[in-house]
Nanobody
Framework: QVQLVESGGGLVQPGGFLRLSCAAS????????MAWYRQAPGKERELVAA???????DYADSVKGRFTISRDNAKNTVYLQMNSLKPEDTAVYYC???????????????WGQGTQVTISS
């Protein structure tokens, strides 16, 4: 089994910054895909940023140039650096990891518990 623990959310003013972390532990052979999603009240969950094991990244248009996703493969951790935050970034942020628990395993999806990010003055 795999456990994900998120941290780093909070309340900041517009223009501020936050850094989210998501650490995976348990039975892990490899993690290919790591991503951050968010869900605002009354809206569907949306992809914010994703990163492959090789370091390829993808971002939602709304966060390009402001957010940076990165990963530490040795620590099985994914980060989301969020700068120039706007009120519309307010949401619950979830990490999503594609984890193979042993060699030859078909990867399974795991989700973090969610962390609240609120941007308000």
């Amino acid at each position: 089994q795999v456990q994900l623990v998120e941290s780093g959310g909070g309340l900041v003013q517009p223009g501020g910054f936050l850094r989210l972390s998501c650490a995976a532990s348990g039975s892990i052979f490899s993690i290919n895909y790591m991503a951050w999603y968010r869900q605002a009240p009354g809206k569907e969950r949306e992809l914010v940023a994703a990163i492959t094991r090789g370091g390829g990244t993808d971002y939602a248009d709304s966060v390009k140039g402001r957010f940076t996703i990165s990963r530490d493969n040795a620590k099985n951790t994914v980060y989301l650096q969020m700068n120039s935050l706007k009120p519309e970034d307010t949401a619950v942020y979830y990490c999503n990891l594609e984890v193979a628990e042993y060699q030859g395993d078909y990867p399974n999806d795991y989700w973090g518990q969610g962390t609240q990010v609120t941007i308000s003055s």
